[in-house]
């Protein structure tokens, strides 16, 4: 079952308005508005653990090459 985007509620599948209702804010989706939400979702948490790794990796690489400067 979906969850709302927004406040984690389920989201339930109205016939008549052909949109997803979360049961808890009252928050609708169409099947497009739901499916690019959830991806936005998802690609965020990617890009920011990817964003931390590189930040690491720079950190890393900053820290072993003054070291032979040295």
């Known amino acids: 079952m979906p969850y709302c ?3 984690g509620g ?3 599948w109205d016939t ?3 949109q997803y209702s979360c049961q808890s804010c ?9 499916s690019k939400a959830l991806d936005t979702l998802y690609t ?3 890009d920011e653990d990817e964003k931390k790794r590189q930040r690491n ?6 820290w072993t090459s003054s070291k032979k400067k040295k």
């Not at 009252?26 to 739901?34: C, D, P, R, V």
């Open 57 to 62: 990796r720079d950190y890393l690489d900053w």
């Open 26 to 34: 009252g928050l609708t989706f169409t099947e497009a508005q739901l």
């Open 16 to 18: 008549k308005l052909r």
């Open 44 to 46: 965020n948490d990617d």
């Open 5 to 7: 985007t927004e406040c």
């Open 10 to 12: 389920t989201l339930k």
